[in-house]
């Protein structure tokens, strides 16, 4: 009886992709500093500490430095946990990016009560205590948070401070910070610089502030992006136009959702892309796509001398504000997987050569 006939050969397997990736924070020390956003509570998780130890060289507080955070009720604090953060930096090595002094958002009611002049002391008070409490701790504030309107008719955000104060207020955050740490690094940090409207809106504003001589050292570029948009010549236009105005550029919030969403998604939560993590033809799709796009930002970045910092909004994908804004539904944004592990993102910015 003649021997069976051998297996056919599986074909070889193609070769693996690194098991990990150089520490970011060596890897783009020529260019800037890399940062992750969380409070403790998140880079103390098992899944995000090795993860923050290993790449980052900055923090920033993802909520536990805000108004709705640290202002109890005027002159009364709530240092704790903002503390407990700024000892973690200086125990590894990383700076801290003061994230925010002055926000329509997360401030409590009682800042806006009063006159205009009990305004204006409450906010130059505030800014002076707490910078005080951080200085030679914190290496840069993002003073003023999310000043530019989003719409044509106006150069400012129609806050309550801009109500009650005029386009003004952001002179006063900003001198009231410079004369509690004349050494600290004070920013205006928006998002959506990277569109050509809004870009053009936010250098009003600039223009405006060096004008009136106030102290302002940089911007913050959030980039809370998408796999689809922007362009690089976008991105490379906004760092450009910051530059060129003398400033320092950051890159503060930076994450790539899987999702393309409209606009009405953001205003009206309506027309949101359905959820694509169980499905994995289309997860791995997005994630190639986010890989790519990922590289394209970076290769940006290192191009552009002025730009000192660049920080994600999380650290890795176990825990992301994107899991429930603009809808509730499963996001993979960061350079890190649910466990931790560095994703094609991860390596298509640190490997040129590497092919999501």
Known sequence: ????????????????????????????AGHFKFGMAADPNGYKNAVANPVILRHANSITAENCFKPANLGA????????????LVAFAAANGMVVRGHTLCWHSQTPDWF???????????????IHDVVTHFKGKVACWDVVNECTSDDDGSAYRNSRWLQILGP???????????AADLDV?????????????????????????????????????????STASPTAANVDNALRSVAAKGLVNH???????????????????????????????????????????????FNVFKQHPSLQSVTTWGIADNSTWLSSFPTVRGNRP???????APKSAARAVTDDGYQP
């Not at 009720?73 to 407990?84: M, R």
Request: aromatic share 8%; proline share 9%; hydrophobic share 45%.
């Open 1 to 28: 009886m003649a021997a069976p006939s051998p297996a056919p050969a599986p074909a070889p397997a193609p070769p693996p992709a690194p098991a990990d990736i150089p520490a970011l924070k060596t890897h783009f």
């Open 251 to 297: 890159v503060t919030e930076l994450d790539v959702s899987l999702y393309n969403d409209p606009g009405a998604c953001f205003s009206s939560r309506t027309g949101c892309a359905a959820d694509i993590t169980g499905d994995p033809t289309l997860l791995a799709a997005a994630l190639k796509a986010q890989a790519l796009q990922y590289r394209t930002l």
């Open 168 to 178: 003004g207020y952001i002179e006063v955050a900003l001198r009231a910070a410079r």
């Open 73 to 84: 009720s005027p002159g009364v604090y709530n240092w704790a946990v903002a503390d407990e």
């Open 185 to 225: 690094k004070l920013f205006i940090n928006d998002y959506s610089t990277e569109d050509p409207a809004k870009l053009s809106r936010l250098m009003t504003i600039v223009a405006d502030v060096q004008a009136r001589g106030a102290p302002l050292d940089g911007v913050g570029h959030q980039l809370h992006v």
């Open 334 to 340: 960061l350079l890190f997987d649910m466990a931790g």
């Open 112 to 126: 806006f009560n009063g006159t205009a002049a009990e305004v204006r002391a409450r906010l130059e008070t505030y």
